[in-house]
């Protein structure tokens, strides 16, 4: 059974730091690409970042460039997202997707607000 459990999110201020982890179990992890997805207060699930299963390459949202950095260490089958310089438009729940199906973790709650 495919398993993808979201950690480390929270409430942080703006221009704060956050890192989430995502333990995936289930399947053969370096042999998937993943993302990072978003959604949020109202909207629709946004795409953020997404990387190879070998973490050479990645891409992210121009909302997220320069900010936010995926990672990945395929020896603890854990995905990574690196936020810096958060902003309050950034509060969502966040999550992880094992690329190419319909594998989601369940989830996690960040607020940016002073």
């Known amino acids: 059974q495919v398993r993808l459990v979201e950690s480390g999110g929270g409430l942080v201020q703006p221009g704060g730091s956050l890192t989430l982890s995502c333990v995936a179990s289930?399947?053969?992890?370096?042999?998937?690409?993943m993302s990072w997805y978003r959604q949020r207060p109202g909207e629709g699930r946004e795409l953020i970042a997404q990387?190879?299963?070998?973490?050479?390459?990645?891409d992210y949202a121009d909302s997220v460039k320069g900010r936010f950095t995926i990672l990945r260490n395929n020896g603890l089958n854990t995905l990574y997202l690196q936020m810096n310089n958060l902003k309050p438009d950034d509060t969502a729940i966040y999550f992880c997707r094992r690329n190419s199906y319909q594998h989601w973790g369940r989830g996690i709650q960040v607020t940016v607000s002073s």
């Open positions: 289930g399947f053969t992890f370096r042999d998937s690409g």
């Open positions: 990387i190879g299963n070998l973490g050479m390459n990645s």
